[in-house]
Structure formats: structure tokens, C-alpha cells
């Protein structure tokens, strides 16, 4: 991978695009009648919207934060294979916990809405707008940002800040640690962002899912 691919120029206009975002939507949700969900998911569209725009404006287009076209397909296969083999190696750690005498749903345990309507936006928000935005700003961006002192670095630089910016989680921010680390480690090996952003979409959905269930 590149180790240059995003400038400090380009970081600093995707951080102001964000905060900005975010300011209006901290004031929005309380002023508004609508669920508060809507609010965050029409946010974090609006700040995908403007990484992309500065990427394209300020640097080498899309393809400097792994989204090329020619790989999209290649690159939803790829993060399929790459869940399948951490959805085996969950499955192996879940059952080792249960031998263990410990109830591996605590550590990963998500605290979803009570109506149908509110769990299905949340599956739609967090499930998959979310995962969209977070891996553009925290792959895309920002581990490609960070990229030019080294894969360590990057690597852990942009996994602890994106523990860091997820405050409400419970617990020891396992599913975080795990997830970062992840896909950051999927992104420099496929070099394409399509791979993180599968397995993102497709990690949160499973939590989800056994949330519900259990």
C-alpha cells in the first residue's frame, strides 16, 4: 500500500467536515420530533459525502482511499471470505468461553430498541450506514494518513481512535478492539476499501442478530 495516500491537508478538511457535522447534529436531535437515529444516520451520510468530495478534490480521486471501481466486486468476495474464516474463528472462541464457564454474549451484548420500527432503523444505521462511514473515515482517511510511519502505527493508531469514538460502548470495548484491528489489517492486505466495509457491515449485523436472539 501506498504510504502517502492522504495528506495532512486532506485529514484536516475530512476532521473539520466531521466536527462541523457533528455540532449540528448534537443541536438537531434535541429540537427535533423525529427518532434521533434518522438525525445521526442522515449525519453520517453527509460526512461520507464530504470525505469523498475532498478526496476527489484534494488528492488522488477515490482510488487514495482504496475505492476503485475495477475492485468492487472482487472486494465484496473478498470480505465475505474474510468473514466467513472470523465468523469460524469466533464460533471457536464463543465455545472455549462456554467450557470456560463464561457467557461470551456479555462481552458483545448490544442494547437494541424496543419496537420493530426503532430496531429496524437501527439495523439500517448502524448496521450499514454506519460501518459505510466509519471505514471511509477510519481506513480510508485515516489509516491512510497514518500509513506513512508504518503498518504498526496505522495499524493501532486507527484502531485506538476508533475505540476512542465509540464512548457508549459497555464492557472492555472488545468487539472495538477486535474490529479495528480487523479491518485495518483487511485493508492493507486487499487494498481495497470494499473488504473492511463488508465485514464491518457484515460483523455489526451478526451482533445485532444475536442481541436480538439472546
Not at 455540532?23 to 461520507?48: K, N, Q, S, Y
Amino acid at each position: 500500500m501506498e504510504s502517502d495516500r492522504i495528506t495532512i491537508g486532506t485529514l484536516l478538511v475530512c476532521l473539520a467536515a466531521i466536527a462541523v457535522v457533528e455540532t449540528v447534529a448534537h443541536f438537531v436531535i434535541p429540537a427535533c420530533t423525529c427518532d434521533p437515529l434518522l438525525v445521526v444516520g442522515a449525519a453520517r451520510i453527509i460526512e461520507t459525502a464530504l470525505i469523498l468530495l475532498t478526496v476527489t478534490k484534494f488528492d488522488k480521486g477515490l482510488s487514495s482511499i482504496g475505492l476503485m471501481p475495477s475492485t468492487m466486486f472482487q472486494g465484496c468476495q473478498k470480505g465475505l471470505i474474510w468473514s466467513g474464516l472470523f465468523g469460524l474463528a469466533t464460533a471457536f472462541a464463543f465455545i472455549t468461553l462456554f467450557l470456560m464457564d463464561i457467557d461470551p454474549f456479555a462481552l458483545i451484548k448490544v442494547n437494541l430498541p424496543k419496537t420493530t420500527a426503532q430496531k429496524t432503523l437501527f439495523f439500517a444505521v448502524a448496521g450499514i450506514i454506519g460501518p459505510i462511514a466509519e471505514e471511509v473515515f477510519f481506513r480510508g482517511v485515516l489509516y491512510g494518513f497514518l500509513r506513512r510511519w508504518g503498518i504498526m502505527i496505522a495499524l493501532f493508531g486507527s484502531t485506538l481512535l476508533f475505540v476512542l469514538a465509540h464512548p457508549g460502548t459497555h464492557g472492555l470495548f472488545l468487539p472495538q478492539i477486535i474490529g479495528g484491528l480487523l479491518f485495518a489489517l483487511s485493508y492493507e492486505v486487499e487494498r481495497t476499501l470494499i473488504v473492511p466495509i463488508a465485514i464491518h457491515i457484515l460483523g455489526n449485523m451478526a451482533l445485532f442478530t444475536l442481541s436480538l436472539i439472546f
